[in-house]
Protein backbone atom coordinates (compact mmCIF):
# COMPACT_ATOMS: atom_id res chain seq x y z
CA UNK A 1 0.00 0.00 0.00
CA UNK A 2 1.21 3.45 -0.81
CA UNK A 3 0.13 5.07 2.57
CA UNK A 4 1.48 8.55 1.03
CA UNK A 5 -1.41 8.60 -1.40
CA UNK A 6 -4.15 7.64 1.00
CA UNK A 7 -6.48 10.52 2.18
CA UNK A 8 -6.42 10.88 5.74
CA UNK A 9 -10.31 8.78 5.71
CA UNK A 10 -8.59 5.66 3.97
CA UNK A 11 -5.93 6.01 6.45
CA UNK A 12 -7.65 6.09 9.71
CA UNK A 13 -10.05 3.46 7.94
CA UNK A 14 -6.67 1.25 7.60
CA UNK A 15 -5.33 1.54 10.92
CA UNK A 16 -8.83 0.62 12.47
CA UNK A 17 -8.68 -2.57 10.35
CA UNK A 18 -4.89 -3.40 11.04
CA UNK A 19 -5.85 -2.72 14.83
CA UNK A 20 -9.02 -5.11 14.53
CA UNK A 21 -6.74 -8.11 13.02
CA UNK A 22 -4.45 -7.31 15.94
CA UNK A 23 -7.01 -7.87 18.37
CA UNK A 24 -8.36 -10.63 17.01
CA UNK A 25 -5.17 -12.28 16.95
CA UNK A 26 -4.52 -11.35 20.65
CA UNK A 27 -7.48 -13.16 21.74
CA UNK A 28 -7.04 -16.36 19.65
CA UNK A 29 -3.61 -16.25 21.46
CA UNK A 30 -4.85 -15.88 24.64
CA UNK A 31 -7.48 -18.57 24.10
CA UNK A 32 -4.71 -21.08 23.04
CA UNK A 33 -2.46 -20.37 25.95
CA UNK A 34 -5.36 -20.70 28.90
CA UNK A 35 -6.23 -23.71 27.05
CA UNK A 36 -2.61 -25.45 27.57
CA UNK A 37 -2.83 -23.26 30.49
CA UNK A 38 -5.98 -25.50 31.95
CA UNK A 39 -5.24 -29.02 31.15
CA UNK A 40 -1.76 -28.33 33.24
CA UNK A 41 -4.18 -27.18 35.93
CA UNK A 42 -6.28 -29.85 36.10
CA UNK A 43 -3.25 -32.09 35.80
CA UNK A 44 -1.95 -30.17 39.10
CA UNK A 45 -5.38 -30.33 40.73
CA UNK A 46 -5.34 -34.14 40.04
CA UNK A 47 -1.81 -34.71 41.28
CA UNK A 48 -2.31 -32.43 44.01
CA UNK A 49 -5.69 -34.50 45.33
CA UNK A 50 -5.34 -37.78 44.05
CA UNK A 51 -9.20 -37.66 43.39
CA UNK A 52 -11.77 -34.73 42.79
CA UNK A 53 -14.62 -34.84 41.03
CA UNK A 54 -15.59 -32.63 38.21
CA UNK A 55 -17.38 -30.24 40.50
CA UNK A 56 -14.52 -30.28 42.76
CA UNK A 57 -12.65 -29.26 39.66
CA UNK A 58 -15.04 -26.71 38.04
CA UNK A 59 -15.60 -24.80 41.36
CA UNK A 60 -11.57 -24.79 42.25
CA UNK A 61 -10.77 -23.47 38.88
CA UNK A 62 -14.05 -21.43 38.36
CA UNK A 63 -14.59 -23.02 35.28
CA UNK A 64 -18.20 -24.78 33.61
CA UNK A 65 -18.28 -28.20 34.44
CA UNK A 66 -18.45 -29.32 30.49
CA UNK A 67 -14.79 -27.18 30.52
CA UNK A 68 -13.54 -29.84 32.69
CA UNK A 69 -14.69 -32.40 30.87
CA UNK A 70 -13.02 -31.32 27.60
CA UNK A 71 -10.16 -30.88 29.57
CA UNK A 72 -10.57 -34.52 30.86
CA UNK A 73 -10.44 -35.37 27.51
CA UNK A 74 -7.31 -33.48 26.08
CA UNK A 75 -5.27 -35.06 28.55
CA UNK A 76 -6.45 -38.60 28.26
CA UNK A 77 -5.34 -37.71 23.93
CA UNK A 78 -2.31 -36.54 25.44
CA UNK A 79 -1.65 -39.99 27.11
CA UNK A 80 -2.59 -39.43 30.60
CA UNK A 81 -4.55 -42.48 32.23
CA UNK A 82 -7.28 -40.34 33.94
CA UNK A 83 -10.05 -42.78 35.69
CA UNK A 84 -12.88 -42.44 37.16
CA UNK A 85 -13.42 -44.36 40.85
CA UNK A 86 -16.17 -45.71 41.86
CA UNK A 87 -17.53 -42.58 43.75
CA UNK A 88 -17.11 -40.81 40.87
CA UNK A 89 -13.94 -39.07 41.07
CA UNK A 90 -11.58 -38.61 38.47
CA UNK A 91 -8.41 -40.20 39.39
CA UNK A 92 -4.74 -39.72 37.26
CA UNK A 93 -2.17 -43.13 37.33
CA UNK A 94 0.51 -41.45 36.71
CA UNK A 95 2.35 -42.65 33.83
CA UNK A 96 3.15 -39.96 31.47
CA UNK A 97 3.87 -41.46 27.94
CA UNK A 98 6.96 -40.26 27.69
CA UNK A 99 8.08 -42.50 30.34
CA UNK A 100 6.35 -44.98 28.64
CA UNK A 101 8.18 -44.43 25.36
CA UNK A 102 11.70 -44.16 27.04
CA UNK A 103 11.32 -47.65 28.36
CA UNK A 104 10.57 -49.05 24.70
CA UNK A 105 13.28 -47.34 23.24
CA UNK A 106 15.42 -48.76 26.08
CA UNK A 107 13.99 -52.28 25.76
CA UNK A 108 14.59 -52.22 21.89
CA UNK A 109 18.17 -50.94 22.09
CA UNK A 110 18.68 -53.55 24.72
CA UNK A 111 17.21 -56.10 22.07
CA UNK A 112 18.99 -55.18 19.06
CA UNK A 113 22.52 -55.25 20.64
CA UNK A 114 22.09 -58.80 21.71
Do not use: A
Not at 74 to 103: A, C, H, M, W
Request: glycine share 4%; proline share 2%; no cysteine.
Amino acid sequence: MDYEKMTKKELVKELEDQSQIILDLQVKLENSKSSDGRKSQVLGLLRENGSLSILDISNELKISTKNVSSQLTYLRSDGYQIFTNPKGRKVLVEEKPEETEEIEETEETEETEE
